[in-house]
């Protein structure tokens, strides 16, 4: 079946690193994609990651190893404002989305 | 406005109630979704239209019904609902369904139902 594995909470610091791990199985690979979610708002898309290697978008970048089905969120300089739950979610042959249950990041001050 | 619009934000239903919820989106997207988010559980994909057509029903309950008028639009219709469909259920668009590359969901901020 497929599967999607991260962990269910984070708590990091304001002004420090954090990576959020995330492990899956799925029939075929068509990409992974990150999203953040706010509390009560909608999920909004970080990014897409189809070949290995780490992608850098400003604070935030993603890595992607296809032949161990693992992906990482890295986020830098937190802020409070990153206080969200990330969701993690790669595609399958079928180009259909598989979500994990996401990773809820508590930054403290 | 602009991206994808849900209404209401809140809605609270007797079990013999028929109600609807209703998207909207700007983006002049080819697809769009319907999810359903409940706490600490993945995001479940319930129905996709590609140019008003269904083009996915994941074996979701007939007491959802959904209607996409026109690419636009698209209506989530709720009737005899049980307890356990008390869930946040979210409406999304993308440019084309089973695009071939990063194809971007656009979210709404969702519609947050509790079934009494």
């Known amino acids: 079946g497929q599967n999607i594995d991260q962990p269910t909470e984070m708590t990091a610091t304001e002004g420090a690193i954090v990576q959020i791990n995330c492990t899956y199985q799925?029939?075929?690979?068509?990409?992974l994609f990150w999203y953040q979610q706010h509390a009560g708002e909608a999920p909004t898309f970080l990014s897409y990651n189809v070949l290995d290697g780490l992608e850098e978008k400003g604070r935030f970048s993603s890595f992607l190893s296809r032949s161990k089905g693992y992906s990482y969120l890295l986020l830098k300089e937190l802020q409070m404002k990153d206080s969200a739950s990330y969701l993690c979610a790669p595609q399958d042959s079928n180009y259909q989305l598989i979500w994990g249950a996401g990773t809820k990041l508590i930054i403290k001050p | 406005e602009t991206g994808v619009t849900q209404t209401p934000r809140h809605l609270v239903m007797g079990m013999t109630n028929k109600k609807s919820l209703k998207c909207e989106q700007h983006l002049g997207h080819n697809a769009m979704y319907w999810y359903k988010q409940s706490a600490k559980k993945p995001l479940e994909l319930m129905f996709v239209y590609s140019l008003e057509e269904r083009v996915e029903n994941n074996s979701v309950p007939s007491r959802f019904s959904p209607e996409c008028p026109n690419s636009s639009h698209l209506f989530l219709h709720l009737h005899t609902l049980q307890p356990e469909d008390s869930a946040l259920y979210l409406c999304?668009?993308?440019?084309?369904?089973?695009?071939?590359?990063?194809?971007?969901?656009?979210f709404g901020a969702g519609s947050r139902l509790t079934v009494l």
């Open positions: 799925t029939s075929g690979f068509n990409g």
């Open positions: 999304a668009s993308s440019q084309d369904w089973k695009y071939s590359g990063a194809n971007v969901l656009t």
